[in-house]
């Protein structure tokens, strides 16, 4: 049984036709109108598509309008900045980063040249295991294609941010250097980093977030705007439904998909 997102959002969809049908599945993209009992689904022609959820066979949430790769890696170099771990190194185009704790953002490789390729693997699992580290990838679906499912699939959701006035009830408390900083808001928390793309884009991402509120997040977004950030960026996991729909209340829309991946499962 698939999740539905909310109305209004561009899916991908792949269900069975009619007994008998040759081809037995196909796929329809567009903008979700229904998703009870029957699915209606518009496409970018106009074209209103309708089958019953019990056909549904794949579900694949996709952003609301096209996004280049090179703004992925882009994106995606910026959030491996803002975790560095305490050891890293580039090996043909991959990052690899090794931090203190068990944490997958800062003990994972990125592809984020565009010279990385699968065939750097064998000398990543070394550098990992080198270390006492299990070797990890962090891969956008995107940048490379690899076999498996994967661990922890998340969607990265993007915004602008402007420069606003802080809510006082966020309390905020300095991190180790001026581009990182953490909030609390009743019971909620989270992180923020600021960082710059190869692009130029200054970003403010969100991370390790605890029950998040609209007001925690707002504040930490307007922190990242005084500091320079045009954009800003938050890692949700595909199974978390509550912060996916705090995020699209604040602004945040899809800009791509990734997960991580543990190198033995690729063997």
């Not at 056909?55 to 309008?65: E, F, I, N, P, T």
């Not at 890692?235 to 604040?250: G, I, T």
């Given at each position: 049984?698939?999740?539905?997102?909310?109305?209004?959002?561009?899916?991908?969809?792949?269900?069975?036709?009619?007994?008998?049908?040759?081809?037995?599945?196909?796929?329809?993209?567009?903008?979700?109108?229904?998703?009870?009992?029957?699915?209606?689904?518009?496409?970018?022609?106009?074209?209103?598509?309708?089958?019953?959820?019990?056909?549904?066979?794949?579900?694949?949430?996709?952003?609301?309008?096209?996004?280049?790769?090179?703004?992925?890696?882009?994106?995606?170099?910026?959030?491996?900045?803002?975790?560095?771990?305490?050891?890293?190194?580039?090996?043909?185009?991959?990052?690899?980063?090794?931090?203190?704790?068990?944490?997958?953002?800062?003990?994972?490789?990125?592809?984020?040249?565009?010279?990385?390729?699968?065939?750097?693997?064998?000398?990543?699992?070394?550098?990992?295991?080198?270390?006492?580290?299990?070797?990890?990838?962090?891969?956008?679906?995107?940048l490379l294609r690899l076999p498996g499912r994967g661990e922890h699939a998340n969607r990265v959701m993007v915004?602008?941010?402007?420069?606003?006035?802080?809510?006082?009830?966020?309390?905020?408390?300095?991190?180790?250097?001026?581009?990182?900083?953490?909030?609390?808001?009743?019971?909620?928390?989270?992180?923020?980093?600021?960082?710059?793309?190869?692009?130029?884009?200054?970003?403010?991402?969100?991370?390790?977030?605890h029950r998040a509120t609209a007001e925690l997040c707002e504040t930490l977004l307007a922190w990242g705007a005084?500091?320079?950030?045009?954009?800003?960026?938050?890692?949700?996991p595909d199974d978390d439904r509550a912060m996916a729909d705090l995020a699209r209340s604040v602004g945040f829309?899809?800009?791509?998909?990734?997960?991580?991946?543990?190198?033995?499962?690729?063997?």
């Amino acid at each position: 049984m698939v999740s539905w997102p909310e109305r209004g959002t561009r899916v991908s969809v792949r269900y069975r036709r009619p007994a008998g049908s040759v081809p037995p599945l196909t796929d329809v993209i567009g903008q979700l109108l229904e998703s009870g009992s029957r699915v209606r689904i518009q496409t970018k022609t106009g074209a209103m598509v309708q089958f019953t959820a019990d056909d549904v066979v794949a579900l694949r949430v996709l952003s609301d309008k096209a996004v280049r790769t090179s703004e992925i890696r882009a994106l995606e170099h910026a959030d491996a900045v803002a975790w560095p771990g305490v050891e890293r190194q580039w090996l043909h185009g991959w990052l690899l980063r090794a931090g203190p704790d068990s944490g997958y953002a800062a003990n994972s490789a990125v592809p984020l040249d565009i010279s990385a390729t699968q065939a750097a693997i064998p000398e990543i699992v070394d550098w990992y295991r080198n270390r006492d580290r299990t070797p990890r990838l962090a891969v956008a679906d995107r940048l490379l294609r690899l076999p498996g499912r994967g661990e922890h699939a998340n969607r990265v959701m993007v915004r602008d941010v402007h420069a606003v006035e802080p809510d006082p009830a966020v309390e905020l408390s300095t991190g180790p250097s001026s581009g990182l900083t953490f909030g609390s808001h009743r019971d909620a928390s989270a992180r923020a980093a600021v960082t710059d793309a190869p692009d130029g884009t200054r970003w403010v991402g969100l991370s390790t977030v605890h029950r998040a509120t609209a007001e925690l997040c707002e504040t930490l977004l307007a922190w990242g705007a005084s500091r320079g950030a045009t954009r800003s960026y938050l890692r949700v996991p595909d199974d978390d439904r509550a912060m996916a729909d705090l995020a699209r209340s604040v602004g945040f829309a899809l800009h791509h998909h990734a997960r991580y991946i543990t190198v033995a499962t690729l063997t």
